[in-house]
T-cell receptor, first 115, second 113 residues
């Protein structure tokens, strides 16, 4: 079974621009979570989607947004990029948290560099 | 107090020894606990999960959960140099049905050949 895929893998953007990252979960997985990983802060939870609905959100500004499509694929968007947004953005999918299958599997990540 | 705490290390163990990694969490309502391994430049890889008090074994790995003391640990038996990585503890914060996962900052393990 194919794992979680993320595109693009690498991205370089300029301050003030916006960016959209894409995530395709493992087939059959309905929950998708997004994380930001930086050396200083570690893995920080951004938000989680299930059946096209955001169920939980971390402590990030409104510039960070996401959505999920009917096929469970998800996108996250960051508007008005700041230098501090440079990070590895990770997507993780899980089968169905409501039935106790809480295990999350990560994609390879998108490395975003803001200059 | 951080929600999930780990010693950053590095924890150095000789090849063949048992590596013991620990994690404490603050939310007593947490239900699910996970250990991930992350190699430098790679994404986290799930290696163990545990939902009930006690021990859970999978190959060379054993996860231990003690909800009363709010800690979860990972034992790696017969440690190999390939086990050298950062180990992340993750906790599903809150009661069952809460979908927020909090990660510790990780413990760097070095297995010396």
């Amino acid at each position: 079974k194919a794992g979680v895929t993320q595109t693009p893998r690498y991205l370089i953007k300029t301050r003030g621009q916006q960016v959209t990252l894409s995530c395709s979960p493992i087939s059959g997985h309905r929950s998708v979570s997004w994380y930001q990983q930086t050396p200083g802060q570690g893995l920080q939870f951004l938000f989680e989607y299930f059946s096209e609905t955001q169920r939980n959100k971390g402590n990030f500004p409104g510039r960070f947004s996401g959505r999920q499509f009917s096929n469970s694929r998800s996108e996250m968007n960051v508007s008005t990029l700041e230098l501090g947004d440079s990070a590895l953005y990770l997507c993780a999918s899980s089968l169905d948290s409501r039935q106790g299958a809480y295990e999350q599997y990560f994609g390879p990540g998108t490395r975003l560099t803001v200059t | 107090q951080k929600e999930v705490e780990q010693n950053s290390g590095p924890l150095s163990v000789p090849e063949g020894a048992i590596a013991s990694l620990n994690c404490t969490y603050s939310d007593r309502g947490s239900q699910s606990f996970f250990w991930y391994r992350q190699y430098s430049g790679k994404s986290p890889e799930l290696i163990m999960f545990i939902y009930s008090n006690g021990d859970k074994e999978d190959g060379r790995f054993t996860a231990q959960l003690n909800k009363a003391s709010q800690y979860v640990s990972l034992l790696i038996r017969d440690s190999q140099p390939s086990d050298s990585a950062t180990y992340l503890c993750a906790v599903n914060i809150g009661p069952s049905g809460t979908y927020k996962y909090i990660f510790g900052t990780g413990t760097r393990l070095k297995v010396l050949a």
